[in-house]
């Protein structure tokens, strides 16, 4: 399907040197672009909840054992 997007001429010059470079078309970076943002953005509720506390630097077992200290 096409469509029509506007892109400043400072990006479709970067993209048509990458496409030169690749030997591909500039569309096809472009669908490349588009695929990569919808895999990344477009994430399963258990992908995005896996991992939860990953960021929060907190030992999970250690974490349990403080809460069951309490009671």
Known sequence: ????VDIDEKALTALDRI???QRVSRASLIREAVGDLLAKKQRP????????WGEAGVDGLA??????EEW
Do not use: D, N, S
């Open 1 to 4: 399907m096409r469509t029509l």
């Open 19 to 21: 496409a030169r470079r």
């Open 45 to 52: 509720e258990e992908q995005a909840a896996f991992g939860l």
């Open 63 to 68: 974490y349990q054992k403080a809460l069951r």
